[in-house]
């Protein structure tokens, strides 16, 4: 099945498409992404790379030794960095998801309560939308 990235003349076809099929909005002349093919080269399917945001390392540094403290600060770290990702103003990238990867149990305690998902259940992966 022949696979290639998209052309140019191929972008407003697929916008269509994809507004008929009820996917969100994905601005195909900004992201790279592919389409397979059927042997007459009729475009079956599409495949944007979305862009993300991945907020790692997170480092607090070892001589901070009470927990409480280095909790705080990581905390806030990544507040303040979801502030200025949901901020149009700031982030001009319309990048408004992040992914963290963490081993740390600390940060897996507390990121249901920054709102993280899982991406896959026991996963030490995390996700965030903010919009």
Do not use: C
């Not at 507040?79 to 990238?93: C, F, G, I």
């Not at 920054?114 to 991406?119: A, I, P, T």
């Amino acid at each position: 099945m022949p696979i290639r990235h998209v052309h140019p003349n191929d972008i407003p076809y697929l916008q269509q498409r994809m507004k008929e099929l009820g996917s969100e909005f994905i601005d195909l002349h900004t992201t790279p992404a592919w389409v397979a093919t059927d042997h007459s080269g009729n475009i079956i399917g599409v495949l944007p790379a979305r862009l993300v945001w991945n907020l790692e390392p997170l480092l607090i540094f070892p001589e901070v030794k009470n927990k409480i403290t280095a909790s705080r600060a990581a905390v806030g770290l990544f507040k303040a960095a979801e502030a200025w990702l949901s901020d149009p103003k700031k982030n001009v990238t319309g990048i408004t998801w992040y992914f963290v990867k963490t081993r740390s149990e600390a940060v897996k305690g507390w990121a249901k309560r920054l709102g993280w998902f899982e991406q896959w259940v026991g996963a030490t992966s995390y996700i965030k939308h903010l919009k």
